[in-house]
Structures are given as C-alpha cells and as structure tokens.
C-alpha cells in the first residue's frame, strides 16, 4: 500500500508573498517527480489550500496552517526538502510532526538532482 508522504517545503520563504518565489512550481515538481517515480502519494498542503485560500490575507493563511496540520495528521511521513533553509511555516510543521511523533526525512536536494 502507498505512503502519504507531506511535503514540507518553502512556501513565500523569506518574501512577503508566494508570488515574490518561485517555490510554488519548486514544490509542484517535488511532488510530480516523487508520484511517477515512488509508490506513494505526495501531499502538499501549500499547492492543495492556495486553490482556494489566499496566503496573502493572514486569516486565510492561518485557516490553511490549521487544515494542512489535521491533513498531516492523515500522513505517514514527512519530507522536508531544506536546501532554501526553513521558513517559518516549515518550522512550524516540522515542530507539529514531531508532536504527532511521525517520520521526517530531511533532504538538501531536490529528488531529481
């Protein structure tokens, strides 16, 4: 059976915004190479919610931290893909995975390279 794995990666990093990075196409690529390349699923909270919550609007933000921390708990593991450092929000969930006691892999390369 495949592994939901979260993808813990920047997502506006040191920016004001997520438009100011290209780590939205950065975490789409993670996320494509690792479900044609691996049995399980990716999971990225930041390309799920932003569809249909703002980043930019700080309630709407907050409400997106809030569901992808009850969506992690679904997962099996977590991938941290660090080689940007981490933002606040990586912190954030890393912080919450190790509450919830769950795996992380920690990576200073993308999947490809």
């Known amino acids: 059976m495949s592994k939901i794995i979260f993808i813990c ?17 950065l975490t789409k690529k993670i996320c494509a190479y690792l479900a044609k390349n691996t049995n399980d699923i990716p999971l990225s909270t930041g390309l799920y919610l932003n569809q249909f919550l703002d980043d930019d609007i700080e309630d709407e933000r ?5 569901l992808g921390r009850e969506l992690m ?10 080689m940007h450092d981490i933002s ?10 190790e509450y919830l006691g769950k795996p992380i892999k920690r990576f200073d390369k ?3 390279e």
Do not use: T
């Open 9 to 25: 990666h920047p997502w506006r990093g040191n920016g004001k915004s997520h438009k100011d990075a290209n780590y939205p196409e």
């Open 62 to 66: 907050n409400l997106g931290i809030k």
């Open 73 to 82: 708990e679904k997962c099996d593991e977590v991938y941290s893909y660090e």
């Open 88 to 97: 606040q929000g990586m912190k954030g969930d890393l912080e919450f995975a």
């Open 110 to 112: 993308y999947p490809w």
